[in-house]
């Protein structure tokens, strides 16, 4: 199937439930917009052609499963190399719409050596969807939490809240960081300030929530996504993030692999201003 990448939604694929949900999350997807469904199965490097071979009949055969219950043919792709650079370097490569990966959360060695799925999102150009449970009851995206910090990121994920809230109705409700040092609530009220002006302009309904204090945001981000069962927690992935990230938790680590098992949304830092007119304005 000849396919353009940019209408791609990948979803990695390792014959485990968890994969399934992921399947299932990025049939509804689907269902909302033109976009192909891609299974991306990652094969260590030198496999025999006959274990190549099995591979692609087994994955063959989830495709026309998912066809029989869903009504959508997905394509697959094999590709030799490492679950923690080629599922990037790929979704990046063919310019992939977005990615819809699984996972277990943060489990046993992953407690010591970080998150494995923070691992693979790290350096896409692609956001990511990460799951860890089946699309609930609801057919569309209906609420989504959008963190709101400090930090100048957070203005690039607006793009995609305005595109999920356009296709999905979605309401996308602003929880703000509590701060007390002055110079950084500035640019907390600046960040707010510009989403709540391009949801207006985009007509995206959205309520503004503002906690009085809170230990741990992420922890409290989940807490709130919880209270209103919201669908979808919109993150951006940590700029140049480094080992000891992995290691100690960078904040969207925490809310990945969230005990709730809401789906999160990651963004990786990328987007330049000039391109997210694009989406903000309908040009």
């Not at 999350?25 to 909302?32: D, F």
């Not at 963190?147 to 999920?164: G, Q, R, T, V, Y």
């Not at 609530?185 to 985009?202: E, M």
């Not at 979808?232 to 969230?258: C, P, W």
Request: with cysteine; net charge positive.
């Amino acid at each position: 199937m000849n396919l353009q990448a940019e209408n791609q939604i990948l979803v990695t694929w390792d014959f485990t439930n968890i994969s399934q949900f992921a399947l299932e999350h990025a049939v509804r997807i689907s269902k909302s917009i033109d976009k192909s469904i891609v299974l991306l199965h990652i094969i260590s490097p030198g496999s025999k052609p006959s274990k190549v071979q099995n591979v692609r009949e087994m994955m063959e055969q989830t495709c026309r499963e998912t066809h029989q219950q869903f009504g959508i043919m997905p394509s697959i792709i094999i590709k030799e190399g490492s679950i923690f650079k080629s599922i990037a370097k790929h979704a990046s490569e063919t310019k992939a719409f977005l990615v819809v990966m699984g996972t277990h959360g943060i489990k046993g060695s992953q407690k010591l050596f970080g998150s494995w799925a923070l691992k693979v999102i790290q350096g896409s150009t692609a956001p990511f969807i990460v799951v860890q449970e089946k699309p609930e009851r609801h057919d569309k995206y209906s609420n989504i939490v959008f963190p709101i910090d400090f930090k100048s990121e957070n203005k690039e994920k607006l793009n995609w809240a305005i595109f999920l809230g356009r296709i999905f109705n979605s309401k996308v409700h602003l929880y703000v960081y509590p701060v007390n040092d002055h110079s950084l609530q500035k640019k907390v009220d600046s960040n707010l300030s510009f989403a709540t002006r391009f949801l207006c302009q985009n007509a995206i309904s959205y309520e503004v929530h503002s906690p009085i204090k809170t230990k741990s945001f992420s922890s409290e981000t989940i807490a709130f996504a919880q209270k209103i069962d919201a669908d979808m927690v919109m993150v951006m992935t940590t700029k140049n993030i480094s080992f000891l990230d992995y290691m100690f938790g960078a904040s969207e680590q925490r809310v990945i692999a969230n005990k709730a098992k809401i789906p999160v949304m990651c963004v990786n830092p990328r987007i330049s201003f000039s391109a997210m007119g694009q989406v903000m304005f309908g040009q």
